[in-house]
């Protein structure tokens, strides 16, 4: 593929700020916030039923490959319980922060992960300094430079992960326990004391469930080892959601289109959210909660919006915002266009590489549609709270700040949200 290297000097640096509400009234914004208990529990209720079936179906007596055909299907429901989890995550799922936690806690149980861990690496981390090198760090690319300074086992993993290997091992290495169980990493351990709980709970009653599965197995079919019934009933779900998880994430911020950045004052909301991440249409109609986590640009604009409202939210966005919206229908042939050519990025141009330093795409063009533009008087750009840090942290509201608006500012942080504007 024959890409043409721009001098840096031509390359527009212009970014839009960009709201998340400048693409909804006020009235829009309300209906498509609006959660729905009903809808929620019955959501809830119908995955966890099916995540109790298909993991009997994997330890019951049945010829093995019957068995693995439902531990991959046990996968996936771990998969769209998370998601479940990751909206109630936001406060986005149900009336009521209680309630949302706790169904949180209790839908994360089967991919083992921390409420209150994760809080921090998606909502307060991802969502604030989303595709901001150095702060964002859900499949962040290396530069030339950085690869090249890498020792060679680094660069080795680097090539895996940027492989169609790449998601079967990432979510493991990258996130899993270091980042969501218990609370060891530097920015974990600023806040450990509040996440000490989560932590017991998920070690504690994410450990019976997984002991569930092996008398399960035991009580079904006390012919087959412990071993062979973990491996069916535990192992292969869990790697099925762990690489389901990783390609996801992987598709919705890489892109040959879409940017990354490296300089806090070119970064901005609009640029992260709205040009950082990409739709992708998914060719089944089956799975109703996976295909709505792809719709992923209403979700980064207003996290607030329960999944089952993004299809609605999502096409008002396109039709504000246009070609600044990466959108494709995923396929193997576009799967191969992405991993191909998202390797290294040069934060300078805005140009995806490959790992020899040959750029594979178009240098990105921050400012191509020159829409939507708001007046810096009037409406200033929308950035972060705070500005940002290794690692965020709940800072005390200073000494004049009405508590009601102390607490409103942590309510939007924990949800992903950018603070609000006031006149």
């Given at each position: 593929?024959?890409?043409?290297?721009?001098p840096?000097?031509?390359?527009?640096?212009?970014?839009?700020?960009?709201?998340?509400?400048?693409?909804?009234?006020?009235?829009?914004?309300?209906?498509?916030?609006?959660?729905?208990?009903?809808?929620g529990?019955?959501?809830?209720?119908?995955?966890?039923?099916?995540?109790?079936?298909?993991?009997?179906?994997?330890?019951?007596?049945?010829?093995?490959a019957?068995?693995?055909?439902?531990?991959?299907?046990?996968?996936?429901?771990?998969?769209?319980?998370?998601?479940?989890?990751?909206?109630?995550?936001?406060?986005?799922?149900?009336?009521?922060?209680?309630?949302?936690?706790?169904?949180?806690?209790?839908?994360?149980?089967?991919?083992?992960?921390s409420?209150?861990?994760?809080?921090?690496?998606?909502?307060?981390?991802?969502?604030?300094?989303?595709?901001?090198?150095?702060?964002?760090?859900?499949?962040?690319?290396?530069?030339?430079?950085?690869?090249?300074?890498?020792?060679?086992?680094?660069?080795?993993?680097?090539?895996?992960?940027r492989?169609?290997?790449?998601?079967?091992?990432?979510?493991?290495?990258?996130?899993?326990i270091?980042k969501?169980?218990?609370?060891?990493?530097?920015?974990?351990?600023?806040?450990?004391?509040?996440?000490?709980?989560d932590?017991?709970?998920?070690?504690?009653?994410?450990g019976?469930?997984?002991a569930?599965?092996?008398?399960?197995?035991?009580?079904?079919?006390?012919?087959?080892?412990?071993w062979?019934?973990?491996?069916?009933g535990?192992?292969?779900?869990?790697?099925?959601?762990?690489?389901?998880?990783?390609?996801?994430?992987?598709?919705?911020?890489?892109?040959?289109?879409?940017?990354?950045?490296?300089?806090?004052?070119?970064?901005?909301?609009?640029?992260?959210?709205?040009?950082?991440?990409?739709?992708?249409?998914?060719?089944?109609?089956?799975?109703?909660?996976f295909?709505?986590?792809?719709?992923?640009?209403?979700?980064?604009?207003?996290?607030?919006?329960?999944?089952?409202?993004?299809?609605?939210?999502?096409?008002?966005?396109?039709?504000?915002?246009?070609?600044?919206?990466v959108?494709?229908?995923f396929?193997?042939?576009?799967?191969?266009?992405v991993?191909?050519?998202?390797?290294?990025?040069?934060?300078?141009?805005?140009?995806w590489?490959?790992?020899?330093?040959?750029?594979?795409?178009?240098p990105?063009?921050?400012?191509?549609?020159?829409?939507?533009k708001?007046?810096?008087?009037?409406?200033?750009?929308?950035?972060?709270?705070?500005?940002?840090?290794?690692?965020?942290?709940?800072?005390?509201?200073?000494?004049?700040?009405?508590?009601?608006?102390?607490?409103?500012?942590?309510?939007?942080?924990?949800?992903?949200?950018?603070?609000?504007?006031?006149?």
């Amino acid at each position: 593929m024959s890409v043409a290297v721009i001098p840096k000097s031509e390359i527009p640096q212009g970014a839009k700020p960009g709201r998340p509400s400048d693409w909804l009234t006020a009235e829009e914004r309300a209906e498509v916030t609006e959660k729905s208990l009903g809808r929620g529990l019955w959501l809830l209720g119908i995955h966890y039923f099916l995540y109790f079936l298909t993991m009997a179906g994997a330890v019951a007596p049945l010829p093995i490959a019957v068995n693995i055909v439902f531990g991959v299907a046990n996968g996936a429901l771990i998969g769209l319980l998370f998601l479940i989890g990751h909206d109630s995550g936001h406060s986005a799922f149900v009336p009521g922060r209680t309630m949302n936690r706790w169904i949180t806690r209790l839908v994360f149980l089967p991919c083992l992960h921390s409420r209150s861990q994760w809080d921090v690496v998606h909502n307060r981390t991802h969502h604030r300094y989303t595709n901001l090198k150095g702060f964002d760090y859900v499949w962040a690319p290396m530069s030339k430079e950085e690869y090249d300074g890498s020792s060679a086992p680094r660069r080795l993993l680097e090539r895996i992960y940027r492989s169609p290997a790449g998601p079967l091992i990432y979510y493991w290495i990258e996130f899993w326990i270091p980042k969501l169980v218990v609370p060891v990493t530097r920015q974990m351990r600023a806040e450990w004391k509040s996440h000490l709980p989560d932590s017991l709970f998920v070690i504690i009653v994410g450990g019976g469930l997984v002991a569930f599965i092996g008398l399960l197995g035991s009580a079904l079919s006390p012919e087959r080892s412990i071993w062979l019934t973990m491996l069916l009933g535990w192992f292969i779900p869990f790697a099925v959601w762990n690489y389901l998880m990783a390609l996801s994430i992987f598709l919705q911020h890489n892109h040959p289109k879409v940017p990354w950045f490296k300089d806090r004052d070119e970064w901005s909301f609009y640029g992260g959210n709205i040009r950082g991440t990409a739709h992708v249409d998914l060719p089944f109609d089956f799975l109703p909660l996976f295909k709505w986590v792809m719709l992923h640009h209403a979700h980064h604009a207003l996290p607030s919006i329960p999944g089952y409202k993004l299809t609605e939210a999502q096409a008002r966005l396109i039709e504000a915002y246009g070609d600044d919206v990466v959108r494709y229908r995923f396929g193997l042939g576009e799967y191969r266009n992405v991993y191909r050519n998202c390797k290294l990025f040069d934060y300078e141009r805005k140009q995806w590489l490959d790992f020899e330093g040959n750029p594979t795409a178009q240098p990105i063009d921050l400012d191509a549609q020159a829409r939507n533009k708001i007046a810096a008087k009037s409406n200033p750009p929308l950035q972060p709270s705070t500005g940002p840090r290794s690692a965020p942290r709940r800072a005390s509201p200073p000494a004049h700040l009405p508590r009601r608006d102390a607490a409103d500012g942590r309510r939007r942080a924990s949800s992903g949200e950018p603070p609000a504007n006031k006149a």
